[in-house]
């Protein structure tokens, strides 16, 4: 066996290894945990929000104001060790899935195409290669306090759109990222309205149960579409007046909500909906069908 046949045949054996761990109840089962742990931080910032809409403070309203909530809690770091993996295991699954799984490009087993409608492939291999890339984001900030104890991520949010704009052409790429996070907000919506996210879930048998997804579902992707679309927004305007340090995150776009006309009333109805958003991926991690 020359040395190139020795390289395929490795080659081979770990695409075979993928492909088993694609199909893996117990790796299915434990990267569930990352759902909860999404929904746990969309909960407790969704109520965050409700605080600063009534006009108590709340602290920060992001992921990291989120993050820190849990580990000021008795076992708190515990729990957040438990939610970093939870989410790096699903990030994993949706990467191991996107390349190898259901929502590959080719067919299970094989290196040839799989035998589906061509833009139904794309799609749902760069969603889950976006949704990836969303648990990425979320372990990351609970990975800052396991290892380094947290972070300003206003600051971050806001040294990060900075340093972007002085590249060339730089202020450009911001607004183009910015218009993609909005425009994304806006498919969160319509996929909310369009109950399109049924597609991916078992049907529960309780009636009551069955109530809850829907109704959690529909208010929770608007709530977290309009947060989005927020962001988005926000990015923009800062970009396009030439002030990048503005965008100061979810927190600063939040907050900027709250400061328009009716906007503690908005507010109010998109921390409502972050907190269902969060109860429904509760659910989802008992229902999603992770095919």
Same mark, same amino acid.
């Given at each position: 066996?020359?040395?190139?046949?020795?390289?395929r045949q490795v080659a081979d054996s770990?695409?075979?290894?993928?492909?088993?761990?694609?199909?893996?109840?117990?790796?299915?089962?434990?990267?569930?945990?990352?759902?909860?742990?999404?929904?746990?931080?969309?909960?407790?910032?969704?109520?965050?929000?409700?605080?600063?809409?009534?006009?108590?403070?709340?602290?920060?309203?992001?992921?990291?104001?989120?993050?820190?909530?849990? $580990?000021?809690?008795?076992?708190?770091?515990? !729990?957040?060790?438990?939610?970093?993996?939870?989410?790096?295991?699903? $990030?994993?699954?949706?990467?191991?899935?996107?390349?190898?799984?259901?929502?590959?490009?080719?067919?299970?087993?094989?290196?040839?195409?799989?035998?589906?409608?061509?833009?139904?492939?794309?799609?749902?291999?760069?969603?889950?290669?976006?949704?990836?890339?969303?648990?990425?984001?979320?372990? $990351?900030?609970?990975?800052?306090?396991?290892?380094?104890?947290?972070?300003?991520?206003?600051?971050?949010?806001?040294?990060?759109?900075?340093?972007?704009?002085?590249?060339?052409?730089?202020?450009?790429?911001?607004?183009?990222?910015?218009?993609?996070?909005?425009?994304?907000?806006?498919?969160?919506?319509?996929?909310?309205?369009?109950?399109?996210?049924?597609?991916?879930?078992?049907?529960?048998?309780?009636?009551?149960?069955?109530?809850?997804?829907?109704?959690?579902?529909?208010?929770?992707?608007?709530?977290?579409?309009?947060? !989005?679309?927020?962001?988005?927004?926000?990015?923009?305007?800062?970009?396009?007046?030439?002030?990048?340090?503005?965008?100061?995150?979810?927190?600063?776009?939040?907050?900027?909500?709250?400061?328009?006309?009716?906007?503690?009333?908005?507010?109010?109805?998109?921390?409502?909906?972050?907190?269902?958003?969060?109860?429904?991926?509760?659910?989802?991690?008992?229902?999603?069908?992770?095919?």
């Amino acid at each position: 066996m020359n040395e190139k046949e020795k390289v395929r045949q490795v080659a081979d054996s770990a695409d075979s290894a993928a492909q088993e761990a694609a199909d893996s109840r117990w790796f299915e089962r434990v990267a569930r945990a990352g759902f909860i742990a999404n929904g746990l931080v969309h909960a407790i910032l969704g109520a965050t929000a409700v605080t600063i809409g009534l006009g108590q403070g709340g602290g920060e309203a992001d992921q990291a104001g989120a993050v820190g909530q849990i $580990a000021a809690q008795p076992f708190g770091m515990v !729990l957040i060790v438990i939610c970093f993996l939870g989410c790096a295991l699903m $990030a994993l699954w949706c990467l191991v899935n996107a390349f190898f799984g259901s929502a590959s490009l080719r067919g299970p087993g094989t290196r040839d195409p799989q035998h589906r409608q061509g833009r139904k492939q794309w799609i749902d291999f760069f969603t889950m290669v976006g949704s990836a890339i969303a648990y990425v984001v979320v372990a $990351a900030t609970f990975s800052q306090f396991v290892f380094g104890g947290g972070a300003d991520s206003g600051k971050s949010s806001s040294q990060a759109s900075t340093t972007l704009a002085k590249a060339p052409g730089g202020l450009y790429i911001l607004m183009a990222v910015g218009a993609v996070i909005a425009i994304i907000g806006i498919v969160f919506c319509i996929n909310g309205l369009r109950r399109k996210w049924k597609e991916d879930l078992r049907r529960p048998r309780s009636a009551i149960t069955r109530f809850l997804v829907g109704f959690t579902g529909v208010v929770g992707y608007l709530g977290k579409g309009a947060t !989005l679309l927020s962001v988005g927004t926000l990015i923009v305007v800062s970009a396009a007046a030439g002030d990048p340090e503005e965008f100061t995150g979810i927190d600063g776009a939040l907050k900027g909500m709250r400061d328009q006309p009716f906007g503690p009333y908005l507010l109010l109805a998109v921390g409502v909906g972050l907190v269902l958003y969060g109860v429904f991926l509760a659910l989802r991690s008992r229902y999603d069908r992770m095919d």
